[in-house]
């Protein structure tokens, strides 16, 4: 990651070591042995350690997104807390925490604890004030017109997508299903963006990354992993044109129209009378982009915003799909304006 370019990847996936800090052999009932994780990339000395290895790979991720770029964590009980202390220290602002309640846990054989049926993921951008990409249409598209949540049910990783050996055991303990990267890449990307796995394992993220028509880089030292997630990858089809359907930009990222260039440009005249949609309250536009009106209320003369909030007496107001202009007998919102000069600049 050091050695990589700054300010060069869109978005970032990370599911790194959890330290699960497991003791003995896990038992079923049937005393089976549970195929946990205990390989030695998940162990650390003490918490001491783990933080320095948190703080070193955070601070390479945050040098390498660029300015509107987002990174994503997964994690357990175990670490999540700790990596996002190290997040806000680093200076990167959490956007959201997503829990990913499992439809197919594993029970908790020992019946000490509550089983454990979630997972946390992290969402953060690279500072405060970025202007981080978040495709709000698709999110609420893929969850049946209805705002996305913070709560994912999905299932675990089984079946024909779990990678195995040829003695039938699994590739890597914590493959993540397809369906959890799909849902992250297609909230914060879109086609073309440059997407990082720094502990790329079994390769969810280059597959589902591929697929839907992304660039992705995925850093993986254990040859044995590598080398499946390369075959893996190599399977994938990329969707063409006609299937993936870019994720449009939210009004929030789209690029800032003052309302005064719609009156430079001509698109609407000084003495141009607007209207709430019912014709109720109305206002004339001034030389230099402000309104002026007149009602019960009292006179108004400001921004269409403060001009709008007034005449109503609310205490705010969105002056783009409030005030309407007639145009051949039919009232349209002045918002039709804004993104016809946004089309322009694309």
Known sequence: MNSM?????????????????????????????????????????????????????????????????????????HNIFRVGATIQNLGMWILNDIVWRKTNPMPNFRGTRFANAHETLIWCSRDKDARYRFNYDAMKNLNEDLQMRSDWLLPICSGPERLRDEQGRKTHPTQKPESLLYRVIMSSTRRGDVVL???????????VAKRLGRKWIGLERDETYARAAQARIDQVQEMDDAEVI?????????PRVPFGTVVERGLLNPGTLLMDHRRRVAARVRADGTLSGENHLGRHAGSIHKVGASMTGLPACNGWTFWHFEKGGELLPIDVLREQIRSEKM
């Open 197 to 207: 796995d720094p502990f790329f394992g079994s390769g969810t993220t280059g597959a």
């Open 5 to 77: 370019e700054p300010e060069s990847v869109d978005m970032i996936f990370a599911d790194p070591p959890y330290n699960l800090q497991l003791g003995g052999e896990l038992l079923r009932p049937n005393h089976t042995r549970v195929d946990g994780v205990d390989d030695d990339w998940d162990k650390f000395h003490d918490f001491e350690e783990y933080d320095r290895f948190t703080q070193e790979w955070l601070s390479a991720a945050r040098r390498l997104l660029k300015p509107h770029g987002t990174l994503w964590v997964i994690g357990s009980y």
């Open 246 to 254: 870019d994720t449009p930009a939210s009004k929030r990222q789209a």
